[in-house]
T-cell receptor
Framework: KAGVTQTPRYLIKTRGQQVTLSCSPI?????VSWYQQTPGQGLQFLFE???????NKGNFPGRFSGRQFSNSRSEMNVSTLELGDSALYLC?????????????????FGPGTRLTVL | GESVGLHLPTLSVQEGDNSIINCAYS??????FIWYKQESGKGPQFIID?????DKRQGQRVTVLLNKTVKHLSLQIAATQPGDSAVYFC????????????FGKGMKLTVNP
């Protein structure tokens, strides 16, 4: 079974531009979460989608948005890029988010998209 | 290369030794915990998880211990190998609450041959 894939792997943008990142979850997984990882702040939760609906949201400004499609693929968008948005953006998928059966909550991460804002 | 290991506490061990990585979590309502391993240039990789109704769980060469009284989680790696060198993160989740996965800052493990 293929893992979580993210495209592109590397991206360079300039301040003020916008960017769209894509994530394809593991086949059969319906929940997709996005994280931002920086050396200073570590891994920070951005948002989580299930069945095309945003179910959870972290503490990020409105410039960060996302969506999920009917095939569970997800995109995140960052508008009006700032230098501080330079980070590794990680996507993770899981089977379901509310099932309490052991092991189904595990999130599997993709390799990430390295975004550099100049 | 990936700079995820910057600014992190580091644990250096010799190949073959046992390693213990500790994590203090913050939310007493958290009831699900995961350890992840992240190698340079890759996303975090699931190692082992544990629910709050357990205090110990074993996997292949790894053991996770949970002490809810002091909100402490540890990951023990037996017979550490050079391939175990990576950054290790603990994560907690309150499944009855926000259900968001909250990650610790991480610890960098370096295994010396």
């Amino acid at each position: 079974k293929a893992g979580v894939t993210q495209t592109p792997r590397y991206l360079i943008k300039t301040r003020g531009q916008q960017v769209t990142l894509s994530c394809s979850p593991i086949s059969g997984h319906r929940s997709v979460s996005w994280y931002q990882q920086t050396p200073g702040q570590g891994l920070q939760f951005l948002f989580e989608y299930f069945s095309e609906t945003q179910r959870n949201k972290g503490n990020f400004p409105g410039r960060f948005s996302g969506r999920q499609f009917s095939n569970s693929r997800s995109e995140m968008n960052v508008s009006t890029l700032e230098l501080g948005d330079s980070a590794l953006y990680l996507c993770a998928s899981s089977l379901v988010i509310w099932d309490r059966v052991f092991d189904t909550d595990t999130q599997y991460f993709g390799p990430g998209t390295r975004l550099t804002v100049l | 290369g990936e700079s995820v290991g910057l600014h992190l506490p580091t644990l250096s061990v010799q190949e073959g030794d046992n390693s213990i990585i500790n994590c203090a979590y913050s939310n007493s309502a958290s009831d699900y915990f995961i350890w992840y391993k992240q190698e340079s240039g890759k996303g975090p990789q699931f190692i082992i998880d544990i629910r709050s109704n357990m205090d110990k769980r074993q996997g292949q060469r790894v053991t996770v211990l949970l002490n809810k009284t002091v909100k402490h989680l540890s990951l023990q790696i037996a017979a550490t190998q050079p391939g175990d060198s990576a950054v290790y993160f603990c994560a907690e989740k309150d499944q009855g609450g926000s259900e968001k996965l909250v990650f610790g800052k991480g610890m960098k493990l370096t295994v010396n041959p």
